[in-house]
Nanobody, 125 residues
Framework: QVQLVASGGGSVQAGGSLRLSCAAT????????MGWFRRAPGKEREGVAL???????YYADSVKGRFTISQDNAKNTAYLQMNSLKPEDTAMYYC???????????????????WGQGTQVTVSS
C-alpha cells in the first residue's frame, strides 16, 4: 500500500523559510516524478514544483528562485525548500507521485495517482 506523508508546514512571517517533507512508503523514487501542489482558499489547486527521478526540476513562475524541490532516493523522501515566503504562498501544500506521461502535464496535478494528506503553510505580512 502506497502512502505519502507530508510534513513541515507551519506559520511564518513574510521573508521566512520552511522546508516541507514528503515521506513515501510502499513507493520507490526510481520512476516517474514527484510534485508539490497547493490549494489556497477559494482558488484552484496549482502545481508548485516537480522533480523527475532523473533529477530534472520544474517550477511554477510564481515560486522560481525562491523554492527548491529535491529528493533523497535512499530515504524515499521528497523535499520542498521554501525561502522568501510571501503571504500569497499561504495554502495547503500536498505532495503527489505519478509516472509516465502524467508527469509532462503536471501543473494541475491531474492524473497523479498517489497523494499525501497535506500540510498547511501560513505566511503573515
Amino acid at each position: 500500500q502506497v502512502q505519502l506523508v507530508a510534513s513541515g508546514g507551519g506559520s511564518v512571517q513574510a521573508g521566512g523559510s520552511l522546508r516541507l517533507s514528503c515521506a513515501a512508503t510502499g513507493y520507490t523514487f526510481n520512476r516517474g516524478c514527484m510534485g508539490w501542489f497547493r490549494r489556497a482558499p477559494g482558488k484552484e489547486r496549482e502545481g508548485v514544483a516537480l522533480i523527475y527521478t532523473g533529477g530534472s526540476t520544474y517550477y511554477a513562475d510564481s515560486v522560481k528562485g525562491r523554492f527548491t524541490i529535491s529528493q533523497d532516493n535512499a530515504k524515499n523522501t521528497a523535499y520542498l525548500q521554501m525561502n522568501s515566503l510571501k503571504p500569497e504562498d499561504t495554502a495547503m501544500y500536498y505532495c503527489a507521485a505519478a509516472s509516465g506521461l502524467i508527469c509532462a502535464t503536471w501543473t494541475k496535478g491531474e492524473g497523479f495517482k498517489y497523494w499525501g494528506q497535506g500540510t498547511q503553510v501560513t505566511v503573515s505580512s
